[in-house]
């Protein structure tokens, strides 16, 4: 190639194809491809703006590199949705970046790109901090095959092209967090999830950030999903019924929430079920004027996005004061963490990857058998937490002792006997009288959704009978826990397990202060 060719694709443009002003894009929104930085909604129907920006590369890159990569993105944003179109970009600028870097530092060009720069980008990317993975390997691919065989340009090297499609590039790892249990950004541990669940029934917070952070820890969605969501999903729906001949009145919520990855011209929505206690909440938050696409969050600017969600979740951490007494500092609270923990817990209790994938709204299954992994190795783990968990300065005993003889544990509820019967661990004894007394009002608060009695240990609605051998049944649970359950139980009890221990040890010295033990 001559000087002045090479000179014409560094710098020259008047051989590409021209830049459409305005592209339509895959979802109808009308996107302008002026200047260096390219706006859009991250939906069409909301979730803030997102950029689409080029300067990163404005100094690093030569002209024509720029101007290529910009028809490239405009070309897809007509099958793609906003934020694929950001990752392109994003991708653009750390490639760009890698390849000027680790070459002369003069400005990169198409023409001047080898195959092993393409491989040294993937090697790259594969042993990044990061995490990308292959990621940026591949948006660059697509990118150099498009220039090659649909933009028909001379920056492009047929060779180059047909040899990077035989190129096997994995993406980023998908789940590290999840199966290293991060203790910053994997899944909440259970006392992390008793933390949360007991701030947000007690309405600690802005009730604002409060609702948002329940949305996420119910539901487990993700911020666009929060933010697209409409006053006119929210319903709310009154049944009478007779309980021991009182009449009394249900209220149950459901709410209409819009598909994340189910993108195009027209919203596809499902409904999920909601707690009495968010509804509530929700409703009380309701302004006085209300139109088919007001958004749930309607005290939000239009310019709120996905980021700054995540942050109202981390600030009504901080104003409830939750501690992780994992890391002994600031809970670190974000949307992820809440799906995390969620399909972590799905698995444990048993789901299938069909159920997980439904619960977090995913499209298929690649992504769903990080949490099935990660739920087989809480067996693995109960040793290593039953030697350090009872120092704990958490309370994991939350509820009160009483006696068997009493006939009303709880003021103004009949007695209500919990069996101590265990089906799930077959070497703990049957105590056919009972292990305490419930004191919850399934009247005002509806039936429990505990996994009794395992679960009513950890429970502050528990009254635990002093005269039962509590002593006996934490040795019996501590020696299956210890023993990885001998293959003998069923493996959903694992990560409640621990709690139900470390309970009924500090019930045990409540016992012994009170003199009954």
Not at 221 to 235: D, E, F, H
């Amino acid at each position: 190639m001559t000087s002045p060719e090479k000179r014409q694709l560094d710098a020259g443009t008047e051989d590409l194809p021209p830049l459409s002003k305005s592209v339509t894009t895959k979802d109808r929104q009308t996107l302008k491809t002026d200047g260096h930085v390219w706006y859009l909604l991250a939906n069409a129907d909301g979730g803030g703006r997102v950029a689409i920006d080029f300067r990163p590369i404005l100094k690093i890159a030569t002209p024509r590199f720029i101007a290529i990569a910009k028809r490239f993105v405009a070309a897809r944003a007509r099958t793609l949705a906003a934020k694929s179109l950001v990752n392109i970009a994003s991708a653009l600028s750390r490639a760009a970046r890698y390849w000027f870097q680790s070459e002369d530092q003069s400005r990169i060009s198409w023409h001047r790109i080898t195959l092993a720069q393409f491989q040294a980008l993937l090697t790259h990317g594969m042993k990044s901090p990061g995490a990308v993975g292959g990621n940026d390997f591949i948006h660059m691919r697509v990118l150099y095959h498009w220039g090659c065989h649909v933009a028909a340009l001379p920056d492009f090297s047929s060779d180059i092209a047909m040899a990077l499609q035989g190129i096997r590039a994995p993406g980023n790892l998908k789940g590290q967090k999840v199966l290293g249990s991060d203790p910053t950004g994997g899944p909440f541990i259970p006392e992390e999830v008793t933390l949360i669940y007991e701030a947000i029934k007690a309405g600690e917070g802005d009730p604002k950030d409060l609702v948002i952070a329940q949305l996420f820890e119910e539901l487990g969605l993700r911020p666009i999903q929060v933010l697209r969501s409409r006053w006119s999903g929210l319903k709310r729906y009154e049944v009478k019924v007779v309980e021991a001949g009182l009449p009394r009145e249900l209220v149950r919520y459901t709410l209409d929430i819009p598909r994340a990855k189910v993108r195009g011209e027209y919203r596809v929505e499902r409904t999920r079920p909601i707690s009495t206690l968010l509804g509530d909440r929700l409703t009380a938050l309701r302004p006085a004027t209300v139109g088919e696409t007001t958004p749930l969050l309607s005290w939000l600017s239009d310019e709120t996005t996905s980021k700054d969600i995540a942050l109202i979740a981390q600030r009504w951490a901080n104003d409830a004061n939750l501690l992780s007494p994992r890391t002994n500092d600031q809970l670190k609270a974000n949307p992820t963490r809440f799906r995390y923990s969620i399909a972590t817990e799905a698995a444990r209790d048993g789901a299938s990857r069909m159920q997980i994938a439904d619960l977090l709204d995913h499209v298929d299954l690649q992504n769903v058998e990080v949490y099935i992994d990660a739920a087989g190795t809480v067996m693995d783990q109960i040793e290593s937490k039953l030697d350090d968990a009872f120092g704990s300065a958490i309370d994991h005993f939350l509820g009160r002792t009483v006696s068997i003889e009493d006939p009303q544990p709880f003021e103004g509820l009949d007695k209500r006997i919990i069996p101590g019967v265990f089906p799930q661990l077959p070497e703990v004894p049957q105590l056919f009288l009972g292990i305490g007394a419930c004191g919850l009002d399934v009247r005002k608060l509806g039936v429990c959704k505990l996994a009794p009695p395992i679960s009513c240990y950890t429970c502050a609605k528990f009254g635990a009978f002093r005269e039962a051998p509590h002593k006996q049944i934490g040795d019996s649970l501590e020696h299956i826990a210890r023993t990885q359950f001998n293959g003998q139980v069923d493996a959903r009890v694992g990560g409640e397990l621990v709690r139900t221990i470390q309970a009924i040890r500090e019930l045990e010295r409540q016992l012994e202060a009170e003199g009954t033990a």
